[in-house]
């Protein structure tokens, strides 16, 4: 069996319509057993009291939003090279998706960083990048409601989508990039010096599965939406033209 099946519209739907009740059941269990878990049954910290817990909600959801515009990059490279439509619509789907987690990650950073840093926002390089990378989100998603062709839009969508890719790796590592800033480095390490203790470690990564499945439920919804709308298209344009 070939991955590129897959491509197949009629196959993705198939295939989707028994795994997405299963991802988005995971994704429930996992959200609720990793929120309540690190929201009420972890200690505080020792320096940022209960403040730390927001961790929960904001390193899941940042390190999503960058891992969307991943997926959304590698979905446009397979259009550009091989002109699967399922794979455009699912770079299309994951977009307003990676805005909200993008959303989620600058609130509760800005929720976090008033107590800790006594201001609501700094121009720090993560910060700004993460801001820039939002921004790209949203011309993105203007990108393909401005333009009536759907292979022009895949298209034009795309090489904004390799462009943008250069700020979702600045999101992510730039902390390594400028010393100066006042985001602090990775929470989650395969480095102990640099990692958070087991009590918040392991419920964090519950938290980090349930935004990973709750992902991929929403992508696969909104992309199985997105190919339904696109037959409706072509049936109104055969209407048309009868």
């Known amino acids: 069996m070939s991955i590129w099946e897959y491509a197949n519209p ?6 989707s319509s028994w795994a997405l009740p299963w991802v988005a059941g995971l994704a429930v ?6 929120l309540v878990w690190g929201f009420f049954f972890t200690p505080d910290d020792y320096k940022q009291g209960s403040t730390v817990k927001i961790f929960y909600l904001h390193v899941p959801a940042a390190m999503m ?4 515009w991943v997926m959304m990059l590698v979905a446009s490279l397979i259009w550009l090279v091989r002109r699967h439509h399922v794979s455009a619509l699912a770079a299309k789907a994951a977009a307003p998706v990676g805005l909200t987690f993008t959303a ?3 609130v509760t950073g800005a929720l976090w960083g008033q107590p800790m840093w006594g201001t609501w926002w700094a121009w720090d390089p993560r910060l700004t990048s993460f801001l820039i990378l939002a921004l790209f989100y949203l011309g993105y998603i203007a990108l393909w409601q ?4 759907p292979d022009t839009a895949a298209d034009l969508t795309a090489v904004l989508c390799m462009v943008g890719s250069v700020f979702a790796v600045l999101s992510r590592y730039a902390v390594n990039f400028w010393n100066q800033g006042l985001h602090q480095g990775a929470s989650l390490s395969l480095d102990k010096e640099e990692n958070v203790a087991d009590v918040f470690w392991l419920p964090a990564l519950v938290c980090i599965a349930g935004f990973v499945l709750l992902f991929v439920a929403l992508v696969l919804m909104r992309t199985r939406t997105e190919i339904r709308a696109r037959r409706l298209q072509a049936l109104l344009a055969r209407e048309r033209l009868a």
Do not use: E
Request: glycine share 4%.
């Open 10 to 15: 009629k196959k993705f739907m198939q295939t």
């Open 65 to 68: 939003a960058i891992n969307a």
């Open 104 to 106: 989620i990650a600058l």
């Open 29 to 34: 269990v996992c959200l609720i057993v990793g």
């Open 146 to 149: 401005a333009i009536d062709n």
